[in-house]
């Protein structure tokens, strides 16, 4: 399996723009999570999906923030409009369900840069 | 809400020194704990995690792991590092009985000087 596949692994925007990163979970697991990493917040949970069900967006910032999962090989994180506060890598995760225990796999991640 | 606390946010050790960071969650239930590890440039990949049984749990590089349940910690050792073990260093705690949500801890940076 070729891991995580996460795309574009660098995109460099204009505040007020809409960005949209991709994330294709490894095939079979259950589980796909939306991470960000800062400096000043270290790594977040936004979002994540169960079976392409979204469990839980409380780590979703604002409205500005969306994400999606139509099926089991394809995520999208979306942000719209964006600002430069935004700026972070955005890495997408997935693990297998083993009752209670999940072993995470990342993306390479996606950096984001709103000038 | 369980939580991880990192005490160190930044550790320097020279080659062949003696590794320990530190790992404090907050929740009095059952957990399962990971270290993570972020090599420069690189994605986090998992370096070795407690689920159940020996609370001594040993992962990749010659690293290893102790649960001490009443401490809540599960602080990593690595009896001597080298030069390639400059990383960041996260660890985790997942909820036994929410099985999807792992909380992260905020990091420690640690640089090997040759």
């Known amino acids: 399996d070729a891991g995580v596949i996460q795309s574009p692994r660098h995109e460099v925007t204009e505040m007020g723009q809409e960005v949209t990163l991709r994330c294709k979970p490894i095939s079979g697991h259950d589980y796909l999570f939306w991470y960000r990493q800062t400096m000043m917040r270290g790594l977040e949970l936004l979002i994540y999906f169960n079976n392409n069900v979204p469990i839980d967006d409380s780590g979703m910032p604002e409205d500005r923030f969306s994400a999606k999962m139509p099926n089991a090989s394809f995520s999208t994180l979306k942000i719209q409009p964006s600002e430069p506060r935004d700026s972070a890598v955005y890495f997408c995760?997935?693990?297998?369900?083993?009752?209670?225990?999940?072993?995470?796999?990342f993306g390479a991640g996606s950096r984001l840069t709103v000038l | 809400a369980q939580s991880v606390s990192q005490h160190n946010h930044h550790v320097i050790l020279s080659e062949a020194a003696s590794l320990e960071l530190g790992c404090n969650y907050s929740y009095g239930g059952t957990v399962n704990l990971f270290w993570y590890v972020q090599y420069p440039g690189q994605h986090l990949q998992l370096l070795l995690k407690?689920?159940?049984?020996?609370?001594l749990v040993k992962g990749i590089k010659g690293f290893e792991a102790e649960f001490i349940k009443s401490k809540f910690s599960f602080n990593l050792r690595k009896p001597s590092v080298q030069w390639s073990d400059t990383a960041e260093y996260f660890c985790a705690v997942n909820i036994n009985t929410n099985a999807g949500k792992s909380t992260f801890g905020d990091g420690t940076t640690l640089t090997v000087k040759p």
């Open positions: 407690y689920f159940s049984g020996d609370p």
């Open positions: 995760a997935s693990s297998p369900h083993r009752g209670g225990a999940n072993v995470l796999t």
